[in-house]
């Protein structure tokens, strides 16, 4: 069984920082593309950061320049870096992430999405 836990979120004032992980733990072959999203109040979930396997990285126009998104291979664990934060940075964090289970591997089957269970970011003006 795999899953994916989110942590890190908390209270913060504009202009602070937080970091965001995303461990996966259970019987992984491998992690492709790992995002990070988030929802606030009353709007649509959006996605914020992207990782991909080869390393590569992508943003939400918001956040270039104050978020980073990183990952560590050997801990199976994806971070997200948040510098310079805003009061409209406050929402639910989620990661998603595209995994290939060890039984999936071996039955040639393709990875699936999985998601965590959200970890809250309020920033105060």
């Known amino acids: 069984q795999v899953q994916l836990v989110e942590s890190g979120g908390g209270l913060v004032q504009a202009g602070g920082s937080l970091r965001l992980s995303c461990g996966a733990s259970g019987s992984i072959f491998s992690i492709n593309s790992v995002k990070w999203f988030r929802q606030a109040p009353g709007k649509q979930r959006e996605m914020v950061a992207t990782i991909r396997s080869d390393g590569s990285t992508l943003y939400t126009d918001s956040v270039k320049g104050r978020f980073t998104i990183s990952r560590d291979n050997a801990k199976n664990t994806v971070y997200l870096h948040m510098n310079g934060l805003k009061p409209e940075d406050t929402a639910v964090y989620y990661c998603?992430?595209?995994?290939?289970?060890?039984?999936?591997?071996?039955?040639?089957?393709?990875?699936?999405?999985?998601w965590g269970q959200g970890t809250q970011v309020t920033v105060s003006s």
């Open positions: 998603n992430a595209q995994i290939r289970s060890l039984s999936q591997y071996m039955g040639s089957l393709p990875p699936e999405d999985y």
